[in-house]
């Protein structure tokens, strides 16, 4: 629960905060923000598969190109996805860097409902540019940030393909592959089976609970679009 609770809170920060400021940065550019949104979009559009594998090779202890280069440099190696200090660190990074594009073009789409004309409004009155986001923009996509926050939450608690295809050591086990685990060892305990469940679905309801007028207000503003 522990290894769950942690991944998630680390998580949703990470993709929240580097979305929310990748997002204001290409909003704020004169040119290619069309570029911008595609290159940053690619690893969002990628099987999770293949982004599974690709860092599985690049971060192989035995030819990763990761390895090779920190060994090139006299630097010291790691087997990043058996050992218990680097495992839990490496999968973090690996979904973050997947699912903040995510984050990003939700908070994206968000930034452009503001209307131009009041940006102009708070230039005129001497804003800067921080303070005209902290007073026009931040307001106006909370209930985005709020609705992508739920979204962001309930896909890290139920983490579970990544670390299926990369760890091994159980000390970095979260709750569904826990129970897939559990599962496996005691297939014909459904007591057991059915608490190790409701325990993984608890959170999410309570989440939801608390922060819903915040996910339909998000939804009914246009933050998130089906």
């Known amino acids: 629960v522990w290894n769950t609770i942690k991944f998630t809170i680390l998580a949703v920060v990470l993709e929240m905060a580097l979305g929310l400021l990748i997002a204001v940065f290409v909003n704020s550019l004169k040119r290619g923000q069309k570029i911008m949104r595609t290159l940053l979009l690619l690893p969002y559009l990628l099987p999770a598969v293949t982004v599974a594998l690709s860092w599985r090779m690049m971060l192989s202890a035995n030819y990763g190109i990761i390895n090779q280069f920190l060994k090139g440099l006299g630097l010291p190696v790691f087997n990043w996805f058996m050992d218990t200090k680097t495992a839990f660190g490496t999968i973090l990074l690996i979904d973050v860097w ?9 908070l994206y789409a968000s930034l452009q409902s503001v209307s131009e004309n009041q ?32 979204f962001t939450f309930i896909n890290s608690w139920n983490h579970y393909f990544m670390q299926l295809i990369m760890l091994s050591s159980t000390s970095n086990l979260t709750i569904s592959l ?29 989440i939801f609970l608390i ?3 915040y996910f339909t207000k998000g939804i009914a503003m246009g933050a998130v679009k089906g």
């Open 98 to 106: 997947q699912n903040v594009p995510f984050v990003f073009l939700l």
């Open 119 to 150: 940006y102009e409004a708070a230039r005129i009155d001497g804003a800067s540019e921080a303070k005209t986001f902290v007073r026009i923009a931040l307001p106006m996509i909370k209930p985005g940030i709020g609705a992508l926050a739920i």
């Open 178 to 206: 826990g129970i897939a685990k559990l599962q496996a060892e005691n297939s014909t305990d459904f007591g057991l089976i059915m608490a190790g469940a409701a325990l993984a679905a608890v959170p999410i309801i309570i």
């Open 211 to 213: 922060f819903q007028k």
